[in-house]
Structure formats: C-alpha cells, structure tokens
C-alpha cells in the first residue's frame, strides 16, 4: 500500500477535528450500540474517537498503518494495546494471523478513502471479524465533492452509496447505513472548491461548525 509515512496534512486535518467536540461525541454515539465485546479501531490517527471508547472502559485495541501515529497513540493510551496494521498488507492472512477471527466489532473513520484497493480492505476487515460480528466505517460521500481537500488528504475517492455497496462481500448484511452532515457539504465545497483554500484553514471551519453544532443528520 502507497501512503505518506510523514503525513502533515492528515495530522493536521486530525488535530483539526480534535476540537469538533460535538461532532466526535456523535460518532462515538452513533457506534457505541454497536460496541460490545473485543472492538477494534482502524486508523486511530491521534485518537480523536479512541478516548471515548476508552472512558467508557471498552474492550478496545487501537491501530494505525503510520509509525508516527502508533508512537503517538502508545503515549497517549500506555493502557491499551496499539497495533501497526496494513489492511492490504501483500501476505494479510499469515502478517495478522493472531487477529483473525478476533473481534465483535471492526471499526474505521475516514480510512477507506484514502486506501486503493478498498474492496480487499474490506474483504480483510471482515476476516477480523468472529461469527456475528460488525464492520461500522465511516466515509466521505458523493464523488461531484472531490476537491483539493480530498487531494491533499490522499483521498482515492468519495462514495455513494452504490459504490460503497460494490466493495463489500456480498455475504455480509448491511444493518444500517445513513448519511449525515448535510450542512458540511457547503463548508466542503465553498472552501475547497469555490474559495479553493488549503487544508490549514480547515481548522477554523471545524471550530466554527462545532460551535453552533450545525453536524445535521440526513
């Protein structure tokens, strides 16, 4: 897999979103029914969505594909394991044997996209999984958004829902799937799009939004 080992954009989206309180409450909200047993996030990232997961003493390892991010999360989290994990690791089966078949929920926010081969990322998620089990991701909608934010950020693509159907085994059940933050789009696209400003400034925007908690659900 092909990825930025000094990720300076992402890291800064990240810390960016740090301070979407609101928001990142919601997302922990929206997963926590989902949340029992051995839970597994993917792409931790800084932790913006771990620590809630680790208040509420969940059963949870984190992990990410960056030795940066994993150095950072070892810190942050000394408690809880921290995994380097590839989820289109060229030998996945035999580099991740001890994880197979392991946890009641695999969950990854804002991975999928910036990964190539997204169908056999999915195909590996669900071979973490035990019998029963749930897959929970998150990513960015409707492909007509793509701007220089998504480049910036080593986005392949963005989804519909169609196209998000097509990279999932057509063996596992979808329970629920839903948009939301409608009113995102136009910050998205007035600024990455119209306005064409970097990702730095994306901070402010979070900020902002998260103030007025204006993270609408469809």
Known sequence: MEFKEIDIEGELTLKAMSHGSKLNKWMYSQIKPFANGKILEIGSGIGNISEYFIEDKKDIQLSDIRDSYVSQLKKKFPDNTVLKLDLVHEDFDKEYKHLIGTFDLVYALNVIEHIENDKLAIININKLLRPGGFIYILVPAYQSLYNNF???????????????????PVDLKFVKYWNFNFAGIFGWYMIGSIFKRNIMEFNFVVKVFDYFGVFFVL
Do not use: E, G, Q, V
């Open 150 to 168: 998504d480049r910036a950020l080593f986005h392949y693509r963005r989804y519909t829902r169609k196209s998000l159907l097509k990279i999932f």
